[in-house]
């Protein structure tokens, strides 16, 4: 799949607040997409990762992943329950030049960190 229709299909994800579905790394993922971008001139996206596996494993209710768009494989969308993530005071390193983005309303639920 090339580089643009990857970027056309994520756009419409974040847009429509849709499911993706994909392979990265020799791992099946399913991600909501919540920031599409470059950094360092690399499109990439970060996601809330709530099914399928990792090289680092997948904690229980999901976790932030930020993935390179070259390397993801077989895009899909999917409709189903919009996970919206936890914000816990950190900040994004993924995406330095945003392209599109969840809106506030549909993005993570924050959360203070615990001491």
Do not use: N
Request: aromatic share 10%; proline share 2%; charged share 25%.
């Amino acid at each position: 799949m090339e580089l643009e229709r990857k970027i056309e299909l994520l756009r419409q994800a974040i847009a429509a607040r849709q499911q993706v579905i994909a392979r990265y790394d020799g791992h099946d993922r399913a991600f909501c997409a919540h920031f599409l971008g470059t950094h360092a001139g690399v499109w990439k996206v970060l996601g809330w990762q709530f099914a399928g596996s990792s090289e680092k494993g997948l904690p229980r209710g999901g976790a932030w992943r930020c993935f390179e768009l070259a390397r993801l494989q077989g895009v899909l969308l999917h409709e189903g329950e919009w996970h919206r993530g936890v914000y816990e005071g950190f900040a994004q390193h993924c995406v330095s030049e945003i392209d599109t983005a969840i809106d506030p309303a549909h993005g993570a639920i924050v959360r203070h960190r615990r001491k």
